[in-house]
């Protein structure tokens, strides 16, 4: 069974600082990982994904994942948050890119 | 703007009725995915469609049924509808099903409510 859990519903954190937004999955066989955006009434835009090759993923708009096999996680993060950075970030796992299943979200809020 | 395209994009209903969902994907992509995003169960896949035929099923109630037409639009109906059914609808396309280098594009999502 898939599973993925985000930690922290809601993060803050000054423009210009650190984002880390956490994720860890359950999956039986080894998994395709995503990171999807959503900003205010908007669909789901695909931010980056993890499909066994490199495991340090980049992705549109500065942001990054690293896939740590030993840790189930994949942490989202990027070095310098911009205001327009402010969105909800959703985790999910897919083991035949049929299915995917999400987190529950993580709401960034970025501070001037 | 994803190429996805969902309509309508509000929807108010009353409790019983039945309502569909369309969705047009995007230009070349062979399957469609349905998901459900509310706020106490999150983002759930429902239903995948690949060129006309179900592929893959999620938690999508017995109450709800999908198609997918020959131009490879699909439709979500939803039936006897009651007020947990209040959700945000969103459709998915991608170009093939089960390949590694497959990126499902979202649409913007039909925001549906039962009073």
């Known amino acids: 069974a898939q599973s993925v859990t985000q930690l922290g519903s809601h993060v803050s954190v000054s423009e210009g600082a650190l984002v880390l937004l956490r994720c860890n999955y359950s999956s039986s066989v080894p998994p395709y990982l995503f990171w999807y955006v959503q900003y205010p009434n908007q669909g789901l835009q695909l931010l980056l994904k993890?499909?066994?090759?490199?495991?340090l993923v980049k992705g549109i708009n500065g942001f990054e994942a690293e896939f740590k096999k030993s840790e189930t996680s994949f942490h989202l993060t990027k070095p310098s948050a911009h205001m327009s950075d402010a969105a909800e970030y959703f985790c999910a796992v897919s083991e035949n890119f049929n299915k995917f299943y999400f987190g529950s979200g993580t709401k960034l809020n970025v501070k001037p | 703007d994803s190429g996805v395209t969902q309509t309508p994009k509000h929807l108010i209903t009353a409790t019983g009725q039945r309502v569909t969902l369309r969705c047009s994907p995007r230009?070349?992509?062979?399957?469609v995915y349905w998901y459900q995003q509310s706020l106490d169960q999150g983002l759930q896949f429902l239903i995948q469609y690949y060129n006309g035929e179900e592929r893959a099923k999620g938690n999508i109630l017995e109450r709800f049924s999908a198609q997918q037409f020959p131009d490879l639009h699909s439709e979500l109906n939803l039936s006897s509808l009651e007020l947990g059914d209040s959700a945000l609808y969103f459709c998915?396309?991608?170009?093939?099903?089960?390949?590694?280098?497959?990126?499902?594009?979202f649409g913007q999502g039909t925001r549906l409510t039962v009073v």
């Open positions: 998915a396309s991608s170009v093939g099903q089960g390949a590694s280098n497959t990126e499902a594009f």
């Open positions: 993890y499909t066994s090759a490199a495991t």
């Open positions: 230009s070349g992509d062979l399957s």
